[in-house]
């Protein structure tokens, strides 16, 4: 276990858990300006975790003792909340019964991290998703998009013209895919929040003006009521406790239809960050919630307009992967000008 401990001020009183929190910096960076953050991760140069109080490696996510140790540290430092960063650990932790995890129930947990399950899910409350088909059932229309069930990152994802196209990929994926309508029109996110009793705390919409890997690396926060309205159907419909990222199209003939529902902080956390209002950031928020307080639900209350583009920078380790606080230009990044 690699520690690194840092005095508690500043109204820090709260412990928060990240877990899975990889490059994250920004995320683990804006939690630790209002609680006392472990930072978690089995990557010894997972570079967010230099951003937290205390870093922890935990054993791999399949390990029968991953819950224990988290368990563990949420004893030895009282932790509140449970927050987190990736798509992989969110079902365990819904299913932990000790945990304070900021995720939904364990079933909507298990059906989001298989999208077509997911695509169930959401007809089964409403909800609109895209003309959807598992491999054997001729789609309703051409062309389509043939993903994986439970792919991230933008990986082995298709698009098929016909029906001879879409069967070639659904052979050269070498793992279980879906096959879903190709959607003509812009895409969006929603960046969301919910409180402990699955109420929508607020639905924040941004363009996707760029993405890699999946990752939306420049877009714009847009007041949009269809879209903010959607967001806060999700959450409500679904249950959804904390952070949830919803993907959506504006199909030209379909109109608005839900591709995606991740459980998790989005890549595009900056957008949500700039737009709130101030004391109303969403790690704000659920630092409030972990400390017992309630939190009113502000749907629709941000603002909009801002436009993100983000960029990359690096720390510097010594021999014992210990943070040198030396950077490659003095004092760090130059001020924008």
Not at 151 to 165: K, L, V
Not at 202 to 211: K, V
Request: charged share 25%; aromatic share 8%; with cysteine.
């Amino acid at each position: 276990m690699s520690v690194r401990r840092a005095a508690v001020g500043g109204g820090r009183d709260v412990a928060v858990l990240l877990t899975g929190v990889g490059k994250r910096y920004d995320i683990v960076s804006a939690f630790a300006q209002h609680a006392f953050v472990i930072a978690a991760d089995p990557g010894p140069l997972a570079p967010a975790q230099y951003a937290a109080d205390l870093r922890v490696a935990p054993p791999r996510i399949d390990d029968p003792d991953y819950v224990a140790f988290l368990e563990q540290l949420m004893a030895a430092h009282d932790v509140r909340a449970v927050v987190p960063l990736t798509d992989l650990d969110i079902e365990v932790l819904a299913a932990s019964e000790r945990l304070p995890a900021f995720v939904p129930p364990a079933e909507v947990c298990h059906a989001t991290f298989d999208k077509f399950a997911c695509h169930e899910l959401l007809l089964s409350h409403g909800l609109p998703s895209p003309p959807t088909a598992l491999p054997g059932s001729e789609p309703d229309a051409y062309p389509v998009m043939v993903k994986p069930r439970r792919g991230s990152g933008a990986r082995s994802i298709h698009p098929a013209a016909d029906r001879e196209q879409a069967e070639f990929f659904v052979r050269y994926v070498d793992e279980p895919v879906m096959v879903q309508r190709l959607m003509d029109g812009p895409e969006f996110s929603i960046d969301i929040l919910g409180d402990l009793d699955g109420r929508c705390l607020n639905a924040i919409p941004r363009t996707m003006l760029e993405s890699r890997g999946g990752e939306s690396i420049k877009g714009q926060v847009i007041a949009d009521a269809e879209l903010v309205e959607l967001g806060r159907a999700v959450v409500e419909a679904l249950g959804v406790r904390g952070p949830c990222t919803v993907q959506a199209f504006r199909d030209r003939e379909i109109g608005l239809a839900i591709t995606d529902v991740n459980c998790r902080f989005g890549g595009a956390f900056p957008a949500p960050m700039y737009a709130a209002r101030p004391g109303r950031t969403y790690p704000e928020l659920i630092v409030r919630m972990a400390r017992g307080g309630t939190v009113e639900p502000h749907v629709g209350d941000f603002a909009a307009g801002q436009t993100f583009s983000r960029y990359y920078w690096q720390l510097e380790l010594d021999e014992d992967l210990s943070p040198t606080g030396r950077d490659i230009v003095p004092g760090g990044p130059r001020a924008p000008r």
